[in-house]
Protein backbone atom coordinates (compact mmCIF):
# COMPACT_ATOMS: atom_id res chain seq x y z
CA UNK A 1 0.00 0.00 0.00
CA UNK A 2 2.45 2.40 0.40
CA UNK A 3 4.10 1.93 -2.66
CA UNK A 4 0.63 2.80 -3.90
CA UNK A 5 0.71 5.75 -2.21
CA UNK A 6 3.52 7.18 -2.99
CA UNK A 7 2.84 6.52 -7.29
CA UNK A 8 -0.40 7.79 -7.02
CA UNK A 9 0.16 10.62 -4.70
CA UNK A 10 3.47 11.56 -7.51
CA UNK A 11 0.19 11.61 -10.23
CA UNK A 12 -1.71 14.08 -8.30
CA UNK A 13 0.51 16.71 -7.65
CA UNK A 14 0.23 19.90 -9.50
CA UNK A 15 2.86 22.54 -10.75
CA UNK A 16 3.69 23.75 -7.39
CA UNK A 17 4.32 19.88 -6.05
CA UNK A 18 1.59 19.81 -3.87
CA UNK A 19 -1.59 17.43 -3.17
CA UNK A 20 -4.59 18.52 -3.07
CA UNK A 21 -6.70 17.84 0.02
CA UNK A 22 -10.23 16.26 -0.58
CA UNK A 23 -13.64 15.50 0.97
CA UNK A 24 -16.03 12.43 0.67
CA UNK A 25 -19.15 12.34 -0.53
CA UNK A 26 -22.01 11.36 1.38
CA UNK A 27 -21.73 8.01 -0.23
CA UNK A 28 -17.92 8.07 0.29
CA UNK A 29 -19.22 7.77 4.15
CA UNK A 30 -21.40 5.02 2.99
CA UNK A 31 -18.75 3.29 1.62
CA UNK A 32 -15.95 3.64 4.46
CA UNK A 33 -18.42 2.06 6.69
CA UNK A 34 -18.94 -0.57 5.17
CA UNK A 35 -15.10 -1.15 4.43
CA UNK A 36 -14.22 -1.00 8.13
CA UNK A 37 -17.05 -3.01 8.87
CA UNK A 38 -16.27 -5.39 6.51
CA UNK A 39 -11.99 -5.91 7.05
CA UNK A 40 -13.06 -5.92 10.92
CA UNK A 41 -15.18 -9.44 10.56
CA UNK A 42 -12.14 -10.70 8.53
CA UNK A 43 -9.69 -9.77 11.25
CA UNK A 44 -12.14 -11.22 14.08
CA UNK A 45 -11.42 -14.72 12.38
CA UNK A 46 -8.35 -14.52 10.48
CA UNK A 47 -6.12 -13.13 12.84
CA UNK A 48 -6.68 -15.31 15.54
CA UNK A 49 -6.06 -18.19 13.07
CA UNK A 50 -2.90 -16.41 11.27
CA UNK A 51 -0.88 -15.83 14.96
CA UNK A 52 -2.09 -19.92 15.84
CA UNK A 53 -0.55 -20.82 12.62
CA UNK A 54 2.59 -18.96 12.91
CA UNK A 55 3.19 -18.75 16.70
CA UNK A 56 0.87 -21.79 17.82
CA UNK A 57 -1.81 -19.01 20.36
CA UNK A 58 -3.14 -15.97 19.60
CA UNK A 59 -2.82 -13.29 22.87
CA UNK A 60 -6.08 -12.40 23.32
CA UNK A 61 -7.31 -15.92 23.03
CA UNK A 62 -10.41 -16.22 25.60
CA UNK A 63 -10.72 -12.44 26.55
CA UNK A 64 -13.87 -10.95 23.83
CA UNK A 65 -13.24 -7.40 24.23
CA UNK A 66 -9.58 -6.99 23.52
CA UNK A 67 -10.21 -9.39 21.06
CA UNK A 68 -13.41 -7.53 19.42
CA UNK A 69 -11.10 -4.45 19.73
CA UNK A 70 -7.56 -5.53 18.09
CA UNK A 71 -10.07 -6.57 14.94
CA UNK A 72 -11.31 -3.03 15.01
CA UNK A 73 -8.32 -1.52 15.08
CA UNK A 74 -6.90 -3.37 12.09
CA UNK A 75 -9.59 -2.74 10.11
CA UNK A 76 -10.24 1.05 10.69
CA UNK A 77 -6.47 0.93 10.22
CA UNK A 78 -6.39 -0.46 6.71
CA UNK A 79 -9.60 1.47 6.05
CA UNK A 80 -7.65 4.67 7.22
CA UNK A 81 -4.56 4.22 5.04
CA UNK A 82 -6.57 3.82 1.84
CA UNK A 83 -8.53 7.09 2.51
CA UNK A 84 -5.32 8.63 3.27
CA UNK A 85 -3.71 7.39 -0.32
CA UNK A 86 -6.94 8.62 -1.91
CA UNK A 87 -6.51 11.97 0.07
CA UNK A 88 -9.51 12.10 2.34
CA UNK A 89 -8.98 14.56 5.28
CA UNK A 90 -11.76 11.99 6.69
CA UNK A 91 -8.29 9.47 7.49
CA UNK A 92 -7.79 11.18 10.57
CA UNK A 93 -11.51 10.91 12.30
CA UNK A 94 -10.39 6.96 11.85
CA UNK A 95 -7.01 7.23 12.88
CA UNK A 96 -7.91 8.94 15.95
CA UNK A 97 -10.86 6.42 16.29
CA UNK A 98 -7.79 3.27 16.65
CA UNK A 99 -6.04 5.78 18.68
CA UNK A 100 -8.90 5.55 21.21
CA UNK A 101 -9.39 2.19 21.07
CA UNK A 102 -5.77 1.16 21.92
CA UNK A 103 -5.48 3.24 24.88
CA UNK A 104 -8.97 1.39 25.53
CA UNK A 105 -7.86 -1.89 25.75
CA UNK A 106 -4.13 -1.31 27.70
CA UNK A 107 -6.36 0.96 30.30
CA UNK A 108 -7.63 -2.71 31.44
CA UNK A 109 -10.99 -3.11 29.76
CA UNK A 110 -11.45 -6.38 29.26
CA UNK A 111 -9.05 -8.05 31.60
CA UNK A 112 -5.88 -7.88 29.49
CA UNK A 113 -4.18 -5.43 31.88
CA UNK A 114 -2.86 -2.40 32.37
CA UNK A 115 0.36 -1.20 30.48
CA UNK A 116 1.32 3.01 31.18
CA UNK A 117 3.61 2.92 28.95
CA UNK A 118 1.72 1.87 26.17
CA UNK A 119 -1.03 4.11 27.08
CA UNK A 120 1.25 7.14 26.87
CA UNK A 121 2.24 5.81 23.72
CA UNK A 122 -1.46 5.55 22.21
CA UNK A 123 -1.96 9.19 23.81
CA UNK A 124 0.81 10.74 22.22
CA UNK A 125 -0.75 9.70 18.63
CA UNK A 126 -4.10 10.53 19.53
CA UNK A 127 -2.69 14.30 19.74
CA UNK A 128 -0.67 13.79 16.52
CA UNK A 129 -4.53 12.63 14.72
CA UNK A 130 -6.47 15.53 16.22
CA UNK A 131 -3.81 17.90 15.13
CA UNK A 132 -3.79 15.71 11.51
CA UNK A 133 -7.53 15.99 11.19
CA UNK A 134 -7.52 20.19 12.15
CA UNK A 135 -4.62 20.84 9.80
CA UNK A 136 -5.80 18.22 7.18
CA UNK A 137 -9.57 19.70 7.07
CA UNK A 138 -8.51 23.54 7.07
CA UNK A 139 -6.58 23.19 4.00
CA UNK A 140 -9.45 21.25 2.62
CA UNK A 141 -12.03 24.19 3.52
CA UNK A 142 -9.39 26.56 1.91
CA UNK A 143 -8.94 24.81 -0.80
CA UNK A 144 -12.50 24.77 -1.70
CA UNK A 145 -14.42 28.30 -2.08
CA UNK A 146 -17.15 28.56 0.51
CA UNK A 147 -19.96 28.72 -1.40
CA UNK A 148 -18.83 25.21 -3.19
CA UNK A 149 -19.12 23.70 0.34
CA UNK A 150 -22.04 22.54 2.33
CA UNK A 151 -23.00 22.41 5.74
CA UNK A 152 -21.54 19.19 6.56
CA UNK A 153 -18.01 20.52 4.38
CA UNK A 154 -18.69 17.95 1.64
CA UNK A 155 -18.11 19.69 -2.12
CA UNK A 156 -21.59 20.68 -4.02
CA UNK A 157 -22.41 19.80 -7.69
CA UNK A 158 -21.60 22.75 -9.76
CA UNK A 159 -24.61 24.77 -10.28
CA UNK A 160 -23.94 26.39 -13.53
CA UNK A 161 -26.44 26.70 -16.02
CA UNK A 162 -25.58 23.73 -19.43
CA UNK A 163 -24.56 26.35 -22.31
CA UNK A 164 -26.71 26.19 -25.22
CA UNK A 165 -26.89 23.26 -27.63
CA UNK A 166 -25.60 23.97 -30.90
CA UNK A 167 -28.69 24.12 -33.34
CA UNK A 168 -28.87 21.30 -36.13
CA UNK A 169 -26.07 22.26 -39.02
CA UNK A 170 -23.91 24.92 -36.57
CA UNK A 171 -20.49 23.84 -35.65
CA UNK A 172 -19.84 24.10 -32.00
CA UNK A 173 -16.23 24.15 -30.17
CA UNK A 174 -14.29 24.02 -26.80
CA UNK A 175 -11.54 25.86 -24.81
CA UNK A 176 -10.44 24.71 -21.36
CA UNK A 177 -7.80 26.48 -19.76
CA UNK A 178 -6.64 28.26 -16.89
CA UNK A 179 -6.04 31.52 -18.30
CA UNK A 180 -3.85 32.41 -15.91
CA UNK A 181 -3.41 35.29 -16.83
CA UNK A 182 -5.31 36.47 -19.76
CA UNK A 183 -2.81 37.22 -22.53
CA UNK A 184 -2.76 37.80 -25.95
CA UNK A 185 -1.90 34.33 -26.93
CA UNK A 186 -5.17 33.09 -25.41
CA UNK A 187 -7.40 35.56 -26.93
CA UNK A 188 -5.74 34.54 -30.59
CA UNK A 189 -6.45 31.18 -29.96
CA UNK A 190 -10.25 32.32 -29.29
CA UNK A 191 -10.56 34.51 -32.65
CA UNK A 192 -8.90 31.56 -34.42
CA UNK A 193 -11.41 28.93 -32.89
CA UNK A 194 -14.58 31.46 -34.13
CA UNK A 195 -13.54 31.49 -37.68
CA UNK A 196 -13.92 27.31 -37.34
CA UNK A 197 -17.57 27.25 -34.90
CA UNK A 198 -20.86 28.97 -35.02
CA UNK A 199 -20.53 28.24 -31.27
CA UNK A 200 -17.69 28.77 -28.92
CA UNK A 201 -17.61 27.71 -24.87
CA UNK A 202 -14.47 28.92 -23.33
CA UNK A 203 -14.00 27.17 -19.60
CA UNK A 204 -12.22 29.17 -17.05
CA UNK A 205 -10.61 26.57 -14.71
CA UNK A 206 -9.18 28.01 -11.26
CA UNK A 207 -7.90 27.37 -7.71
CA UNK A 208 -7.58 29.29 -4.93
CA UNK A 209 -4.42 30.79 -4.32
CA UNK A 210 -3.81 32.03 -7.80
CA UNK A 211 -2.73 36.12 -8.57
CA UNK A 212 -4.65 37.10 -9.90
CA UNK A 213 -7.63 35.22 -8.90
CA UNK A 214 -10.32 32.97 -11.12
CA UNK A 215 -12.93 36.13 -11.00
CA UNK A 216 -10.29 38.98 -12.38
CA UNK A 217 -9.42 36.99 -15.07
CA UNK A 218 -13.17 35.71 -16.23
CA UNK A 219 -13.64 39.52 -15.75
CA UNK A 220 -10.93 40.93 -18.14
CA UNK A 221 -12.05 37.59 -20.67
CA UNK A 222 -15.86 39.21 -20.61
CA UNK A 223 -14.57 42.59 -21.15
CA UNK A 224 -12.56 41.34 -24.03
CA UNK A 225 -15.49 39.07 -26.13
CA UNK A 226 -18.33 41.29 -24.47
CA UNK A 227 -19.56 41.86 -28.30
CA UNK A 228 -18.94 38.67 -29.56
CA UNK A 229 -22.15 36.67 -29.16
CA UNK A 230 -20.72 33.29 -30.25
CA UNK A 231 -18.75 32.76 -27.19
CA UNK A 232 -20.10 31.72 -23.86
CA UNK A 233 -17.89 31.86 -21.02
CA UNK A 234 -17.84 28.94 -17.86
CA UNK A 235 -16.03 29.29 -14.52
CA UNK A 236 -15.42 26.05 -13.10
CA UNK A 237 -13.10 24.95 -9.87
CA UNK A 238 -9.88 22.70 -10.46
CA UNK A 239 -9.41 20.09 -8.30
CA UNK A 240 -8.41 17.64 -10.78
CA UNK A 241 -5.41 15.74 -12.01
CA UNK A 242 -4.22 18.26 -14.82
CA UNK A 243 -2.82 15.33 -17.40
CA UNK A 244 -5.70 12.93 -17.06
CA UNK A 245 -7.20 13.19 -20.52
CA UNK A 246 -9.84 11.08 -20.10
CA UNK A 247 -10.74 12.51 -16.85
CA UNK A 248 -11.07 15.68 -18.94
CA UNK A 249 -13.25 14.54 -21.79
CA UNK A 250 -15.88 13.29 -18.99
CA UNK A 251 -16.20 16.57 -17.21
CA UNK A 252 -16.45 18.56 -20.77
CA UNK A 253 -19.46 16.26 -21.61
CA UNK A 254 -20.79 17.00 -17.81
CA UNK A 255 -20.31 20.94 -17.92
CA UNK A 256 -21.61 21.38 -22.09
CA UNK A 257 -24.52 18.97 -22.41
CA UNK A 258 -23.12 17.97 -25.36
CA UNK A 259 -20.07 16.80 -27.14
CA UNK A 260 -18.57 19.39 -29.42
CA UNK A 261 -17.54 19.14 -32.75
CA UNK A 262 -14.12 20.59 -32.28
CA UNK A 263 -11.88 21.30 -29.37
CA UNK A 264 -9.07 23.74 -29.51
CA UNK A 265 -5.49 24.18 -27.90
CA UNK A 266 -2.08 24.88 -28.92
CA UNK A 267 -0.76 22.26 -26.72
CA UNK A 268 -0.11 18.25 -27.04
CA UNK A 269 -2.55 17.17 -24.75
CA UNK A 270 -5.43 18.45 -26.88
CA UNK A 271 -4.94 15.34 -29.38
CA UNK A 272 -5.90 12.48 -26.23
CA UNK A 273 -8.28 14.91 -24.36
CA UNK A 274 -9.95 15.36 -28.20
CA UNK A 275 -9.91 11.00 -28.85
CA UNK A 276 -11.77 10.35 -25.53
CA UNK A 277 -14.32 13.30 -25.85
CA UNK A 278 -15.52 12.10 -29.49
CA UNK A 279 -14.50 15.58 -31.33
CA UNK A 280 -11.60 16.75 -33.59
CA UNK A 281 -8.71 18.28 -31.96
CA UNK A 282 -7.34 21.82 -33.95
CA UNK A 283 -4.10 22.49 -32.85
CA UNK A 284 -3.31 26.20 -33.29
CA UNK A 285 0.09 27.63 -33.62
CA UNK A 286 0.93 29.97 -30.93
CA UNK A 287 0.70 33.43 -32.22
CA UNK A 288 2.55 34.96 -30.55
CA UNK A 289 4.92 32.30 -28.35
CA UNK A 290 4.45 33.28 -24.64
CA UNK A 291 2.39 30.98 -21.62
CA UNK A 292 1.29 32.17 -18.55
CA UNK A 293 4.41 31.25 -17.03
CA UNK A 294 6.19 33.50 -18.78
CA UNK A 295 3.86 36.76 -18.08
CA UNK A 296 3.66 35.94 -14.64
CA UNK A 297 7.06 35.96 -14.06
CA UNK A 298 7.50 39.32 -15.59
CA UNK A 299 4.79 41.05 -15.84
CA UNK A 300 5.75 44.46 -16.28
CA UNK A 301 8.28 43.01 -18.87
CA UNK A 302 5.72 41.11 -20.74
CA UNK A 303 3.01 44.10 -20.58
CA UNK A 304 2.41 44.68 -24.43
CA UNK A 305 1.27 40.47 -24.39
CA UNK A 306 -1.78 41.74 -22.20
CA UNK A 307 -4.33 42.68 -23.45
CA UNK A 308 -6.13 46.21 -21.96
CA UNK A 309 -8.79 44.43 -19.77
CA UNK A 310 -6.29 42.28 -18.42
CA UNK A 311 -3.81 45.46 -18.02
CA UNK A 312 -6.36 46.79 -15.39
CA UNK A 313 -5.66 44.35 -12.42
CA UNK A 314 -1.50 44.55 -12.78
CA UNK A 315 -1.62 48.64 -13.05
CA UNK A 316 0.12 50.25 -10.27
CA UNK A 317 -1.76 53.18 -8.51
CA UNK A 318 0.53 55.42 -6.35
CA UNK A 319 -0.82 57.84 -4.22
CA UNK A 320 1.30 60.74 -2.79
CA UNK A 321 -0.29 62.33 0.57
CA UNK A 322 1.29 64.59 3.72
CA UNK A 323 0.64 68.05 5.18
CA UNK A 324 -0.03 71.30 3.40
CA UNK A 325 2.54 73.29 1.43
CA UNK A 326 5.01 69.96 1.41
CA UNK A 327 5.83 69.44 -2.52
CA UNK A 328 2.96 67.12 -3.47
CA UNK A 329 1.43 68.84 -6.35
CA UNK A 330 4.97 69.36 -7.76
CA UNK A 331 6.45 65.77 -7.18
CA UNK A 332 3.01 64.28 -8.38
CA UNK A 333 3.91 65.76 -11.49
CA UNK A 334 7.52 65.06 -11.93
CA UNK A 335 6.97 60.93 -11.18
CA UNK A 336 4.78 61.37 -13.97
CA UNK A 337 6.72 62.86 -16.38
CA UNK A 338 9.40 60.38 -15.44
CA UNK A 339 7.19 57.20 -15.55
CA UNK A 340 5.55 58.46 -18.33
CA UNK A 341 1.67 57.86 -16.80
CA UNK A 342 -0.76 59.95 -16.40
CA UNK A 343 -1.64 61.79 -12.78
CA UNK A 344 -4.52 62.92 -10.50
CA UNK A 345 -4.90 66.13 -9.13
CA UNK A 346 -6.21 66.85 -5.91
CA UNK A 347 -9.91 67.65 -6.04
CA UNK A 348 -10.30 68.33 -3.06
CA UNK A 349 -8.08 71.89 -3.80
CA UNK A 350 -10.99 72.35 -6.74
CA UNK A 351 -14.49 71.52 -4.09
CA UNK A 352 -12.37 74.21 -1.59
CA UNK A 353 -11.91 77.04 -4.43
CA UNK A 354 -15.36 76.51 -5.04
CA UNK A 355 -16.54 76.49 -1.47
CA UNK A 356 -14.59 79.79 -0.82
CA UNK A 357 -16.05 81.29 -4.02
CA UNK A 358 -19.81 80.79 -2.46
CA UNK A 359 -18.52 81.65 0.87
CA UNK A 360 -17.28 85.16 -0.64
CA UNK A 361 -20.48 85.53 -2.60
CA UNK A 362 -22.75 85.32 0.54
CA UNK A 363 -20.67 87.38 2.37
CA UNK A 364 -20.56 89.68 -0.40
CA UNK A 365 -17.27 90.09 0.10
CA UNK A 366 -13.80 89.88 -1.44
CA UNK A 367 -10.68 88.13 -0.87
CA UNK A 368 -9.45 90.99 1.17
CA UNK A 369 -12.09 91.76 3.03
CA UNK A 370 -10.92 88.70 4.82
CA UNK A 371 -8.09 87.52 6.93
CA UNK A 372 -6.23 85.39 4.04
CA UNK A 373 -5.67 82.61 6.28
CA UNK A 374 -9.23 82.49 8.00
CA UNK A 375 -10.89 81.94 4.49
CA UNK A 376 -10.55 78.12 4.78
CA UNK A 377 -11.65 77.81 8.29
CA UNK A 378 -14.47 80.44 8.09
CA UNK A 379 -16.47 78.30 5.29
CA UNK A 380 -19.17 75.87 6.62
CA UNK A 381 -17.82 72.58 5.90
CA UNK A 382 -20.07 69.43 6.62
CA UNK A 383 -19.23 65.62 6.49
CA UNK A 384 -21.38 65.68 3.44
CA UNK A 385 -18.64 67.46 1.65
CA UNK A 386 -15.76 65.38 2.54
CA UNK A 387 -17.56 62.44 1.51
CA UNK A 388 -18.04 63.94 -2.02
CA UNK A 389 -14.63 64.71 -2.47
CA UNK A 390 -13.01 61.29 -1.19
CA UNK A 391 -15.71 59.77 -3.75
CA UNK A 392 -14.81 62.28 -6.67
CA UNK A 393 -11.18 61.96 -5.84
CA UNK A 394 -11.65 57.80 -6.56
CA UNK A 395 -13.88 58.05 -9.55
CA UNK A 396 -11.10 60.45 -11.04
CA UNK A 397 -8.09 57.76 -9.85
CA UNK A 398 -10.84 54.98 -11.29
CA UNK A 399 -11.38 56.66 -14.58
CA UNK A 400 -7.12 58.06 -15.31
CA UNK A 401 -6.45 53.80 -14.52
CA UNK A 402 -9.44 52.75 -17.71
CA UNK A 403 -8.34 55.05 -19.58
CA UNK A 404 -4.18 54.66 -19.90
CA UNK A 405 -2.18 51.73 -21.63
CA UNK A 406 0.30 53.22 -18.83
CA UNK A 407 1.32 50.89 -15.96
CA UNK A 408 1.36 53.25 -13.56
CA UNK A 409 -0.91 56.01 -12.09
CA UNK A 410 0.25 58.61 -9.66
CA UNK A 411 -2.44 60.42 -7.40
CA UNK A 412 -2.29 63.50 -5.73
CA UNK A 413 -4.18 62.24 -2.52
CA UNK A 414 -7.01 59.70 -2.30
CA UNK A 415 -10.17 58.84 0.22
CA UNK A 416 -7.33 57.47 2.81
CA UNK A 417 -6.43 61.24 3.03
CA UNK A 418 -9.35 62.87 3.05
CA UNK A 419 -10.52 60.88 5.93
CA UNK A 420 -7.53 62.03 7.65
CA UNK A 421 -8.54 65.63 6.96
CA UNK A 422 -11.85 65.25 7.98
CA UNK A 423 -10.76 63.98 11.33
CA UNK A 424 -9.13 67.13 11.77
CA UNK A 425 -11.81 69.61 11.28
CA UNK A 426 -14.91 67.66 11.54
CA UNK A 427 -14.16 64.19 13.47
CA UNK A 428 -14.45 65.36 16.76
CA UNK A 429 -17.80 67.29 16.61
CA UNK A 430 -19.54 65.18 14.32
CA UNK A 431 -19.14 61.76 15.93
CA UNK A 432 -18.33 63.02 19.83
CA UNK A 433 -14.85 63.06 21.35
CA UNK A 434 -14.88 59.04 22.43
CA UNK A 435 -15.49 57.92 18.86
CA UNK A 436 -12.80 55.37 17.61
CA UNK A 437 -11.50 56.41 14.51
CA UNK A 438 -11.19 52.73 13.14
CA UNK A 439 -14.55 51.62 13.60
CA UNK A 440 -16.28 55.14 13.13
CA UNK A 441 -15.09 56.39 9.72
CA UNK A 442 -17.59 58.90 8.20
CA UNK A 443 -15.58 58.89 4.89
CA UNK A 444 -15.71 56.04 2.87
CA UNK A 445 -12.39 54.65 2.10
CA UNK A 446 -12.57 51.04 1.35
CA UNK A 447 -11.85 52.15 -2.46
CA UNK A 448 -8.33 53.45 -0.94
CA UNK A 449 -7.70 49.79 -0.04
CA UNK A 450 -6.50 49.57 -4.10
CA UNK A 451 -3.59 51.67 -3.48
CA UNK A 452 -0.48 49.84 -4.42
CA UNK A 453 1.86 52.72 -2.68
CA UNK A 454 1.48 55.35 -0.84
CA UNK A 455 4.42 58.38 -0.27
CA UNK A 456 4.55 60.75 2.30
CA UNK A 457 5.41 63.89 2.12
CA UNK A 458 7.47 65.36 5.16
CA UNK A 459 7.18 69.02 6.60
CA UNK A 460 10.76 70.04 5.47
CA UNK A 461 9.84 72.25 2.08
CA UNK A 462 9.35 76.22 3.04
CA UNK A 463 5.67 76.90 4.00
CA UNK A 464 3.78 78.82 1.26
CA UNK A 465 0.27 80.43 2.36
CA UNK A 466 -1.69 80.02 -0.85
CA UNK A 467 -5.29 81.58 1.30
CA UNK A 468 -6.58 77.77 1.79
CA UNK A 469 -4.44 76.49 4.07
CA UNK A 470 -4.26 75.29 7.73
CA UNK A 471 -0.96 77.41 9.03
CA UNK A 472 2.40 76.29 8.87
CA UNK A 473 2.35 75.29 12.54
CA UNK A 474 0.34 72.50 11.96
CA UNK A 475 2.46 70.38 9.42
CA UNK A 476 4.50 68.61 12.16
CA UNK A 477 1.38 67.55 13.79
CA UNK A 478 -0.61 66.32 10.38
CA UNK A 479 2.93 64.56 9.22
CA UNK A 480 2.56 62.42 12.49
CA UNK A 481 -0.74 62.02 12.26
CA UNK A 482 -0.54 60.18 8.52
CA UNK A 483 2.71 58.14 9.78
CA UNK A 484 0.61 57.02 12.18
CA UNK A 485 -2.74 56.13 10.64
CA UNK A 486 -0.52 54.51 7.96
CA UNK A 487 0.95 52.22 10.47
CA UNK A 488 -1.99 51.40 12.45
CA UNK A 489 -3.96 50.17 9.20
CA UNK A 490 -0.85 48.56 7.64
CA UNK A 491 -0.81 50.46 4.37
CA UNK A 492 2.20 50.34 2.14
CA UNK A 493 4.15 53.37 2.08
Known amino acids: MQFWGIYTWSEKMDENETVTVRGLPLLGYLGTIVCAAALTIAFYYEIPAFAIAIIGNYVYDGLPV ?7 TNGLNITAQILLIMRFWEQWILWSIVNVLQITMYAGVGGFGVNINIILMWAFFLVNSLSGLYTWFQLWRTQVPSNEIDASGHLMKEEDELPQKPQPGEKSGLIIGKFYPFHVGHKFLINNALTHVDKLVVILCYKLGENPEGKVRLQAMKETFANEPKVTLLFKFDIYNTDDSKLWAELSRSWLGYIPDYVFTAEE ?41 SKLYFKK ?38 KIEEYK ?14 LFISVDWEAADFIRI ?17 KFVIADTDSFATQVWFERYLFEETLGKSSIVEESSVVPTDRAMLTDLYILCNPDVPFVQDNTRDGEAIRKVMYETFLQKLERERRNY
Open 66 to 72: PWILDAM
Open 269 to 309: YGDPWASYLGSKHIRVARNPVISGTDVRDNVYGKWDYLPIA
Open 317 to 354: RIVVIGPESTGKTTLVKDLAEYFKCPFVNEYGRTYTDM
Open 361 to 374: MKKNSSEEDEHSTQ
Open 390 to 406: AEEQENLIEKAIKSTDA
